[in-house]
């Protein structure tokens, strides 16, 4: 979605011929997609440290 955001961004820039607001826009898209993966990123290694496996079957196990 994030992607599909910034293409939207680069495409009106380019038919407005303004850089300025639409590459903000980028950038503020890129830190919030960056700030995403380091979040599921977190979410897999602990995960893994508690179970010592990411197996999908034991993720549902913790449920309840």
Known sequence: MLNAV???LVAFGAFHNTTSP???SRCSCI???AAEVGVG?????????????VDLD???A???
């Open 6 to 8: 910034n293409i939207n």
């Open 22 to 24: 639409a590459r903000c």
């Open 31 to 33: 830190a919030i997609a």
């Open 41 to 53: 990123l977190a979410i897999v290694l602990l995960i893994y440290r508690n179970l010592r496996s």
């Open 58 to 60: 034991d993720v549902d």
């Open 62 to 64: 913790m449920k309840g």
